[in-house]
């Protein structure tokens, strides 16, 4: 099978496995074709010059999206997608996109509110003063009219440090890098900015009445309300 071996240059973008993700669904859509193994891991490292874990991510994210997979002893091949096209490639790359963010968005919504009702319990004073100073930022950023979306992913990021749990931190540190690039899309939308910071200042609330079932159940109501604007994207 061929393994093609595009002339692209570095990348110096700060997320670097989503521009290395978006640079081979590009190399699959041009260059490969069902059954075609990717690069080696070696050969992707020197050519977009970046780490081998940025290689694995990004490769990752495209499995997600069923675009490749792994086979025993053939390393990542190009997945046969004529069988489940409706149209054309793009439209089947889109479902994908729609269905995996919907699966994320799932998984946040069953783990974020019960993360919250533990935090409810647990958070200090000191990080309820940190939660209140990223929201003052947030608000501003609103007022401006400029994205939040460091904001947003670091309010939801302390909440989790508030558990005292790190494997914790590490499921949802995945779960928001693979939802960066639609989060990041859609706080671009009019309003979903603000709707966001409404829906921390009511959970943040609830932290400072250490009401956990109030936490959760404004969790649970900010994730739906931004889940419905994230999903309107596609």
Do not use: W
Not at 1 to 15: D, E, F, H, L, W
Not at 82 to 94: C, D, G, Q
């Amino acid at each position: 099978m061929a393994t093609a071996q595009p002339a692209i240059g570095a990348i110096r973008k700060s997320k670097l496995s989503e521009e290395v993700a978006s640079r081979l669904e590009h190399l699959i859509a041009k260059q490969l074709k069902p059954g075609d193994k990717l690069p080696p891991e070696r050969t992707l490292v020197e050519m977009f010059q970046v780490s081998r874990s940025s290689i694995r991510d990004a490769i990752r994210r495209l499995e997600l999206m069923g675009l490749v997979e792994p086979r025993q002893g053939a390393g990542t091949v190009v997945r046969d997608l004529s069988a489940h096209l409706t149209s054309n490639s793009l439209a089947e790359v889109l479902l994908r996109k729609r269905e995996l963010v919907t699966e994320l968005l799932d998984v946040r919504c069953i783990l974020e509110p019960a993360l919250a009702a533990r935090a409810a319990l647990r958070i200090s004073a000191e990080e309820i003063v940190k939660l209140e100073g990223i929201l003052r930022r947030h608000e501003e950023k609103v007022r401006k009219g400029e994205s939040a979306v460091e904001e947003d992913s670091e309010f939801h990021y302390n909440i989790a440090l508030a558990t005292n749990n790190t494997v914790i931190l590490k499921v949802l540190d995945v779960l928001m890098d693979l939802l960066r690039e639609t989060r990041e899309r859609s706080l671009q939308t009019e309003g979903r900015s603000q709707k966001s910071f409404n829906g921390h200042r009511r959970i943040l609330a609830a932290f400072k009445r250490r009401d956990a079932a109030a936490a959760e159940a404004a969790m649970s109501r900010h994730l739906q309300d931004i889940g419905k604007i994230v999903l309107n994207q596609f």
